[in-house]
């Protein structure tokens, strides 16, 4: 946890390295201010952030080329999860998608407000599925798709024509 506040503490510096105290930083990445202290003088001693005293009373931190790199890393290592993540969900809903074709169902509906739904809808196409808006005028048989923010329910979970996208995140 250490390790994701430094690189927090670095970042939140980095895009207000001009106005930005340590009191505001505290706050921002919801730590205590002597924790907050300790970090940035662990980022200091790294070579990550330079600290320069404008006046008696006010300090000026600046995020080094070596703090601007571990930065990087940090965002190309969340990019690489986040397409490793794109592609297992992409794969997981077609394979749904399409056994739910074979069972039967013509249409699939997605219930509540999901990050997914394009995947669902893409696949609906890619396998002949209706994707269904309203799901009252629609006169065939339904896959229910709950979005992310559906808790599993194992009542509702238990029916064949349901899936929680929940049960599919990792």
Known sequence: MTHEKELELLEKIYTNQDSVRQRDLARIVGLSLGMTNSIVKRLVKRGWLTVRKVNNRNIRYAVS?????????????????????????REAISRIIKDAKERGYTG??????????????????????????????YGGMIFHIYAESYITDPLIESNTHVLFLQSLMM
């Not at 703090?67 to 990087?72: F, K």
């Not at 739904?117 to 808006?133: N, S």
């Open 108 to 137: 699939v509906i997605v219930i509540g407000t999901s990050d997914l739904d394009f995947i669902v809808q893409h696949f609906c196409a890619a396998h002949g599925m209706d994707y269904v808006k309203d799901e009252i005028s």
């Open 65 to 89: 080329p070596e703090g601007i790199d571990a930065i990087t890393r940090k965002s190309y290592r969340y990019f690489k999860r986040t397409i490793r993540n794109v592609v297992y969900y």
